[in-house]
Nanobody, 129 residues
Framework: QVHLEESGGGSVQPGGSLRVTCTVS????????MGWFRQAPGKEREGVAS????????YYSESVKGRFTISQDNDNTTLDLQMSNLKPEDTAMYYC??????????????????????WGQGTRVTVSS
């Protein structure tokens, strides 16, 4: 069973940077689809970024493209989301997710929750002056 644990959230001023990390355990299949989602209070969950590990393909939502970068270490044990030029609308709980493939994501060109089976508990990111 895959276990995902997020860390690195916190508060930052607009225009600042922050990195959140997901520690991954419980699987050794390098074909996995890994992703970050977020949910702001009163809003629906939104896909932020995803990585289809076996192909090295990365997908981003339009709202974060050019500002956020998803990456994974060589051992597939951590998944990072580097966020820069943060805006107040980036304030949300950020969740790490894992699945067996990124097919729906690939078709859509952006992260799709249907590809993901396992989820972390989340880490909070607040962007405020």
């Amino acid at each position: 069973q895959v276990h995902l644990e997020e860390s690195g959230g916190g508060s930052v001023q607009p225009g600042g940077s922050l990195r959140v990390t997901c520690t991954v355990s419980g699987y050794t299949d390098s074909r996995y689809c890994m992703g970050w989602f977020r949910q702001a209070p009163g809003k629906e969950r939104e896909g932020v970024a995803s990585l289809w590990t076996v192909y090295g393909l990365k997908y981003y939502s339009e709202s974060v493209k050019g500002r956020f970068t998803i990456s994974q270490d060589n051992d597939n044990t951590t998944l990072d989301l580097q966020m820069s030029n943060l805006k107040p609308e980036d304030t949300a709980m950020y969740y790490c997710a894992a699945g067996e493939h990124c097919i729906s994501t690939q078709i859509a060109g952006a992260p799709r929750a249907g590809d993901f089976r396992d989820w972390g508990q989340g880490t909070r990111v607040t962007v405020s002056s």
